[in-house]
């Protein structure tokens, strides 16, 4: 048996259905982020398949633009997370409701 | 492919992901999320994507997520208690993700890219390629990339530094000890 | 494919026993040649029934401390500190070593050769990307230091595993930096590639070696490489008398054996990236595929003779760097943190990208390849 493309395709929807449950779930704020790392992970995979389906580069360089945006979203959002533990002592996103009406 | 080195990637994979969601300590959901990032580059490896899994490997287990073991080991993140609370939430959370990921299937297992073993060009995925790629057709998005790091180092310093101590508050002391 | 996947097989125990024994004798080697840098005797205990006291002869003691000494770790009791986490505990030990372990699969030992109509290359796995996949396991080897500190329950401990993570990612990037100024050299990632690549020699008599081509590569990747390993003078993080053991703390019996084989074996493999890139891994001057070329005289061998001589070079030089290795240790005083830092970020970092542009420089304008 050869390995068919959408066998690829469906995994990455469920590693990608795995990082939303995992945002919507989940109340810590470093494993909410996490999940987002799986989620681009998810779409990583889905466009390296298809560069290997289409026998172009064009795809595998989406994923490495994604990679290094995906690099400075986390440091970016690690520091913000940091501050925000100075702030308030809690990563639990049920207490950050400042902004709640 | 080999289907045998597929299926057990996509297992591990999945495994992983469902322990990054699942665990209650975040160094464990951190070695789950390492773990599925590894499968995830050996997937590439195999799809003669070659430098772009080493690069997954290299960059995001070698780097980011260091990054995010360092702000667990800084804020000292145990491990949480039982979550208990907002079951509503959690019950149409699950419906609503259990519709997403039914769409994503049979949107997916619609489609025609069924075929299998694809001929590609020699030195697919190798370096030569991914360079040509990258410097010749999408040079802007290179140098744009380069400054967004910048941008991001720079910002993500400003952010997490402590705050320093202020002009007023360092002149006052010198004014009340002069005479 | 049976057969390819035997010699496979074959090839992959061979190296990783190779590799294994090395860093055990190592350990001797420590042992015994700091003994000799301090002016003292050094592990003279262990004998087997008194086997070299009895003939007369000095207790040089090499096999007995090195059965001894593994022997002592393993029947040790393994212990598990109060409140730590018993998983981390037992893993940290393991993603320390194994990719330590697993970096040799892409190290060319010889040249290839035929037997019975089929090429084996002396590489466990000859991949194209031999250099990415070094940098890959380097970084993934930071992990089992981390974890260790982390999971022992001691702010020691942690305290040196977030120095020695901090110090690790700092010198992987100047260990990348340099490699990158090799790779750019000699135009292909593939290890055995750039080995052959450094056959032949200039003016009769200068071997082809990296060395002559990028010195500076060769000290960045040498400081570097023993600031990955956390060997003095760059071993704060294990802080022998300010942290106690630093990350290795609370670690004992088996556990801390393999942390210990984890130093060694990162020496060796110091060692071995260093002679693959720059002294022509087992190439030797005027040994080319035939036997000897001495300007007119020429001493021919068969193949197999030639195969063997140079994987003979390539471990004599190997083994050459530990022993520099651990020449420094026992020769420099301990860098602090900051001297530590300042000196992967401020010195090491500039100068490899500086000497990436020379050299890529360099490159475009002698092989004339601007497009």
Known sequence: MIVSYSWLMALSAAIFAIGVAGVLLRRNILVMFMSIELMLNAVNLAFVTLARRMGSMDGQVIVFFVMTVAAAEAAVGLAIIISIFRNRETVNADELNLMKW | MPVELFIFLATVSIVSSLGVVAQKNPIHCLLALILTLIAIGALFIALDAVTVGFLQIIVYVGAIMVLFLFVIWLLNLQAEPVPIGHLGLKFFATIAVAAMAAELFVFLAKTKITLGAIPVVAGYGSIDSLAQTLFGQYLMAFETTSILLLVAVIGAVAVARRALPTRASAAAPKQGAAP | MAIDLLIGAVKAIVILLLVLS?????????????????????????????????????????????????????????????????????????????????????????????IGGRTVQLQAASINAGALYILATIGVGVYGVALGGWASNNRWALLGAVRATAQMISYEIAMGLAIISIVITFGTLDLQDIVRQQGGVWFGWLPRWGIFLQPVAFLMLL??????????????????????????????GGKQACFMLTDFAEVVLVSVLVTLFFFGGWQVPWLYRDGFHLGTHHLLLPRAAVVIIGVIAFWIKVVMFCWFQILVRWTLPRFRYDQLMRLGWKGLVPLGLLNVLVTAFVVVVATGAAR
Do not use: C
């Open chain 3, 22 to 114: 090395l860093s055990a004798v190592l350990l001797w080697f420590e042992r015994k040649g700091s003994a000799l840098i301090q002016d003292r005797v050094g592990a003279n205990r262990a004998a087997i029934f008194g086997f070299g006291k009895r003939m007369g002869l000095p207790n040089l003691g090499i096999v007995a401390t090195l059965m001894a000494d593994p022997l002592k770790l393993f029947t040790k009791e393994d212990f598990v500190p109060e409140g730590a986490d018993k998983f981390l505990h037992a893993l940290g030990p393991f993603l320390a070593l194994f990719p330590v372990l697993v970096a040799f699969a892409v190290v060319p030992i010889g040249d290839a050769f035929q």
């Open chain 3, 223 to 252: 400081t570097a490489g023993m600031a990955e390993s956390k060997r003095v003078p760059f071993d704060l993080p294990e802080g022998e008398s300010e942290l106690i053991a630093g990350y290795f703390t609370e670690y004992s």
